[in-house]
């Protein structure tokens, strides 16, 4: 150790770094090897000479130096352990500085931090290292965030370190603290290299990027154009065109060497703009024509997995279907195998009918699942592997019968019946072979449990519903689809809309209508009397805003008769009848606000007794044009009580809706909306508070719907078409001739019938004077269309009343035949 200690005294640090072998003292077959750099054949024949001559002695520059020659070799070549094993030799011998700086080098490419920083703090103490490697140390604390000892040391022990190491360390202290501008003006003073290989202007480059003064950053980089290949400076140049978009030639400045490395970073710095912009879509294209393994740049391979996964989901997002394939595909040669991955792709396999490879990755999946079982047995219990299992094979027979191999299919659902025989998608499969063999009966059977069980596959239900339809079944159809359709997205289950007769009368809005309609009306109905009392309680005079005079005291000793007679939750209807016919069509007279009030106030008076009065309270609130103020206390303890108040708010107003244009819930909703702005039942709600002939109202119906129909929620789609049903009524209702020509209704009045009829179907999409030279076709060709209603007719089908009307039309007189009934 003595002879090695005063060696390392006499040792030049810059043995390599900065100076040349001794070359005049080595053998010449050890200097032609150094030249074609094969530095462990170089060591090996040093080795040989001191056997062959013990009395030679090389100096341990030469050999040290060759050893780290060597290890840097190795390192380049990845080979860290090995480069590591040849610094530790050149220490050995006496290489302080430049071995502490390659170790320290290997143990971070290792991850092994602590031992680098231990390394340097051991030879710090020990003074064994020069002041152009003292730097290493300061850079290690910095990683290590020990910035007390950075303080510590350059305050006790400031005479070891350069000036430029000083003033690094203190503006790499106060950039980790967020101080960058502070940071930048000890940069500036940094002239010379802090550690082997460093380049001062990196950092004044990089402090400038964190404060986002790019153009200065842009001239810093400029500057040291022999810097160019640096990684450092490279990574910072891409940078600069990734945030800034200049062109790559002018962050380059010029060609570099290597071509390749140039495409590289051409590519990289696409792929990081569109990272940084969110289009990671595109971002997964651009990396795809990358190579993952560049030596040049390894922090691809880190990159690979996650950008992929992000870029097939977004691509998914957008339905590029194909994109999703490509990005994800590749991912599933990784390992260890990425379950999830693998299930998130079949879907989108089957969508691209990319058969073969969904089948391939189905087989794929269900070994790994296997072998996975028997590995972690806890993981997969049979509760969870069994039907797991079932499920693969039951889609792998979905595979086989899309690549015309039903034999297979047929084997691979018998796979899945001896794993779990009571499986939901078991049951599915074995009735879609039953209706392939048109064994109806056995099918629908088999079928309906897969549906009742559980099983979504889109193919079962509707081959239960073929099959209903080949056995002449309608109930059992209405019924399979009012069961099950809403999984499936059949938009058109529960589509029948049943309306409360006096809700409807009342929805009209018109006195003669509402009258009308309570006289044609046969049922017993409390609610209805009630408007039947309001009648007969009224004058025959219609004012001009639709109203006709009432008489209280005609009217509310029946009224009181009636409510005594039913119970709390049979008053409330009749109540809220009361309640809008008199705010609707009663003449504003004194007293009548009061008698409204009353009213509402005894419907109020129920709601400790029967919960369902607390909405209708609020709704009569709503009718009668209360401001927000006077309704927000009732309204926030009716909707603190409700696990969905968004959804619950939304119902007031659609029943505001029916009676009148009130906006008074129209703070509420759009607070509501603030909160739940994807929620179907409030876009419809805020729909209603704007006129139905209205743009705002086409827009967010037509939003609430699609995303109703996108979520398959039920309660909403209903919502929807209670809607559209009240729009018909209007609709129909504005066509209609007045009550009071209802009864002389003469062919003039057909006539003008039939324009109205047709200017509102056609809307604006013909011009006035077209439409009027047009209209005698249009109105023949209505009555052709409309059916024959003769008495005893057996032959009459009944269908919806057909309105078309092509560019082309056909000529007058020719009737259309009637549909045979099977």
Not at 315 to 326: F, K, P, Q, V, Y
Not at 576 to 584: H, M, N
């Amino acid at each position: 150790m003595t002879k090695q200690q005063s060696k390392r005294k006499n040792l030049p640090s810059n043995a390599v770094g900065g100076g040349e072998l001794a070359k005049k003292t080595l053998p010449p077959k050890v200097q032609s090897l150094l030249a074609q750099q094969k530095y462990r054949q170089a060591l090996e024949e040093i080795k040989k000479i001191k056997r062959s001559s013990p009395d030679l002695e090389l100096a341990p520059t030469e050999e040290a130096s060759i050893w780290s020659l060597r290890g840097q070799q190795e390192f380049k070549q990845d080979r860290v352990k090995a480069a590591m094993s040849s610094f530790r030799q050149a220490l050995e011998l006496g290489l302080d500085g430049e071995a502490h700086y390659w170790i320290a080098k290997c143990l971070l490419a290792l991850n092994r931090l602590d031992e680098a920083l231990k390394l340097f703090a051991d030879a710090f103490e020990h003074q064994r290292l020069r002041q152009e490697y003292t730097g290493c140390y300061l850079k290690l604390l910095l990683l290590k965030g020990d910035t007390d000892t950075i303080d510590q040391l350059l305050s006790q022990s400031a005479q070891q370190f350069s000036a430029a190491q000083k003033h690094w360390a203190r503006g790499a202290i106060t950039l980790r603290v967020g101080q960058p501008e502070v940071a930048l003006s000890h940069f500036q003073k940094v002239k010379s290299p802090v550690t082997p290989d460093d380049v001062p202007s990196a950092w004044i480059a990089y402090t400038q990027q964190v404060l986002s003064d790019w153009q200065a950053a842009a001239i810093t980089l400029e500057t040291k154009r022999s810097q160019i290949t640096h990684p450092a400076v490279k990574r910072l140049r891409v940078l600069q065109h990734t945030k800034t978009g200049q062109s790559i030639q002018n962050i380059f400045n010029q060609r570099p060497p290597n071509g390749t490395v140039y495409q590289e970073a051409i590519l990289i710095s696409e792929t990081l703009h569109l990272i940084d912009q969110g289009n990671l879509h595109e971002a997964g294209h651009a990396f795809l024509e990358l190579n993952r393994r560049s030596t040049h740049f390894p922090q691809l391979a880190t990159l690979y997995c996650p950008l992929l996964t992000l870029a097939g989901q977004q691509a998914l997002d957008e339905r590029e279907l194909d994109c999703a394939e490509t990005f994800w595909q590749p991912l599933l040669g990784e390992q260890p195998f990425n379950y999830q991955l693998a299930v998130n792709l079949l879907p989108v396999l089957n969508e691209n009918d990319s058969h073969k490879e969904r089948q391939r990755l189905l087989t794929r999946l269900a070994k790994w699942l296997e072998s996975e079982a028997q590995q972690n047995p806890q993981m997969w219990p049979d509760s969870r592997l069994k039907p797991t299992l079932a499920k693969i094979h039951c889609l792998l027979a979905d595979s086989w019968m899309a690549l015309r191999q039903p034999r297979t299919a047929v084997g691979a659902v018998r796979q899945a019946e001896r794993i779990e025989p009571e499986s939901a998608e078991v049951f599915g499969r074995r009735g879609l072979i039953a209706y392939s063999d048109d064994n109806y009966e056995e099918a629908t059977e088999l079928l309906t449990q897969a549906l009742e069980k559980g099983c979504r596959y889109e193919e079962v239900y509707g081959a239960l519903l073929k099959c209903w339809q080949e056995l002449e079944d309608q109930q059992s159809f209405k019924e399979t689809r009012r069961r099950f359709g809403k999984h499936f997205g059949d938009v058109m289950v529960e589509s029948d809309v049943e309306i409360a007769p006096w809700i409807e009368a009342l929805s009209t809005q018109s006195y003669p209508f509402f009258m009308r309609l309570i006289e044609e009306y046969s049922e017993d109905e409390p609610a209805l009397e009630a408007c039947q009392i309001f009648i007969d309680a009224t004058g025959n005079e219609l004012t001009s805003s639709g109203r006709v005079p009432f008489s209280p005291e005609l009217a509310k000793p029946q009224w009181l008769a009636l409510l005594a007679q039913l119970s709390p939750l049979e008053q409330i209807p009749v109540l809220q009848a009361i309640i809008v016919s008199l705010q609707l069509f009663a003449k504003r007279q004194k007293g009548l606000s009061a008698l409204i009030n009353e009213y509402i106030q005894q419907l109020y008076l129920l709601t400790d007794r029967e919960p369902a009065a607390a909405e209708a309270h609020l709704v009569m609130l709503a009718v009668k044009g209360s401001s927000p103020k006077q309704i927000q206390p009732p309204l926030r303890r009716y909707l603190d009580g409700k696990t969905q108040p968004g959804t619950a708010l939304a119902n007031l107003q659609l029943q505001v809706h029916h009676f009148s244009q009130s906006d008074t819930l129209v703070s509420f909703i759009d607070e509501a909306l603030g909160k739940e702005p994807q929620n179907p039942h409030l876009l419809l709600a805020k729909a209603t508070t704007y006129p139905t002939d209205s743009e705002n109202y086409e827009n967010l119906y037509r939003q609430g719907f699609e995303l109703a129909r996108r979520l398959q929620d039920a309660k909403a789609l209903q919502a929807f078409r209670e809607e559209q049903a009240f729009l018909k009524m209007r609709e129909a209702q504005e066509l209609l001739p007045s009550f009071d020509r209802l009864d002389s209704f003469a062919p003039p009045d057909i006539d003008e019938f039939l324009e109205n009829l047709i200017r509102k179907m056609m809307g604006g999409t013909i011009p006035p004077d077209e439409l009027r030279r047009l209209m005698p076709q249009l109105k023949q060709k209505l009555l052709e269309d409309m059916p024959d209603f003769d008495d005893d007719d057996d032959d009459f089908d009944p269908e919806p009343i057909r309105f078309a009307f092509p560019f082309d039309l056909p000529s007058s007189g020719s009737k259309k035949s009637k549909r045979k009934r099977r």
